[in-house]
C-alpha cells in the first residue's frame, strides 16, 4: 500500500506536470462576499455579480483535455431518477476524453505508480480499463433507473432529493455561469496557494436548486482534477486522503458507491472532493 508520504510526493510530481494548469493571468475570480458557517446554508445572494470576471477560453478550452471534457457535458440528465442513456456517441466522447488524458505526463506518473504499488498488476491497460468503468459506469441513486455515475456526479454535476448533489468542476461551474444557469452567492474558503490551482469553496444555485458547501480546485486541467481523485479513491478509499502541492496540504475527501458493484466486487466512485 501507498504510505502518505509516497502520495505526497506522487502528488508534488503531478501538480509539477501539469502543464495545462492556469497561471494567474488566465483567470480573474469576484470573490465578493465570504458568507459565515451560518449563512453558507441560507440560499441567500451575498453577491451581486458573477464570480468569474475573466477566463483565457482561447487558451485553455482549447486544449485537448479540456476540449475532450467539455464535449462531455451535454451527455447527462441532472435530475436523478432518470435514466441516463448512453449511445455509441458518447461512448466515443468518453473513450477519446480517457485516451487524451492517458497522454499527459500527470497520467504517466500516476499510472507507473498504482502499478508499482501493486493496486494493478499487470499493466498500465488494467488501471486505464477500471478507471473508465469506475468513474463512467452507471448505477442507481433513486432505487430505479440506472440515473448515475461518478463522473456524472462530480464532474457535471445533479439534482438529487431538489438539491445540488456533487457538482466540483470549476469549469462546469465557469460555462454554466456564463450561460446564465448558475448564480453565485458567497465563498467561503480561500486556499493558501497565491497561483493555480487554488481550492475555494462557494455557495451557488444552479436554477432555484442550493449548492451550501461546494468545493473545487479552480484552475487546475481536468487531467490534474481527475488524477487527484482517482488517487485517493483508489489508495484511501472512504477516507481522508491528505495531499501536498505546491507547498502546501489539502485533504481529499472520497466515497465508494456500496450499492452495486462491477467485475470482481469492485465499487464505482460515490463521490471525491477537497474537504474544506
Known sequence: AATNDEITSLVEQLYSADVNKAVSSDITLNLQYLASSSQTSSGTDFASQKLFSYVNEAKLFARPTYSRYIALLDNYEKITGTAETVPSGE????????????????????????????????????????????????????????DSSGFEHIFHGEIHKRKISGFHSWVQLYLLEKAGEINYLSYSTNGPW???????????????????????????SPEF????????????????????????????????WANSSYGNGKRYVASSYPAV
Open 91 to 146: 461512448v466515443t466522447e468518453q473513450n477519446a476524453f480517457i485516451d487524451e488524458v492517458f497522454k499527459t505526463s500527470i497520467f504517466s506518473l500516476l499510472s507507473n505508480f498504482l502499478v508499482s504499488k501493486g493496486y494493478y498488476t499487470s499493466s498500465t491497460t488494467s488501471f486505464k480499463d477500471d478507471l473508465k468503468l469506475m468513474w463512467f459506469g452507471l448505477y442507481t441513486r433513486t432505487k430505479g433507473p440506472l
Open 194 to 220: 497565491t497561483n493555480y490551482p487554488d481550492v475555494y469553496s462557494f455557495q451557488f444555485k444552479w436554477s432555484t436548486y442550493l449548492k451550501s458547501l461546494g468545493s473545487f480546485f479552480v484552475g487546475s
Open 225 to 256: 482534477d481527475i488524477a487527484m481523485y482517482t488517487l485517493c479513491y483508489v489508495t484511501r478509499a472512504n477516507k481522508r486522503c491528505i495531499i501536498r502541492f505546491n507547498g502546501h496540504s489539502v485533504k481529499i475527501q472520497t466515497y465508494t
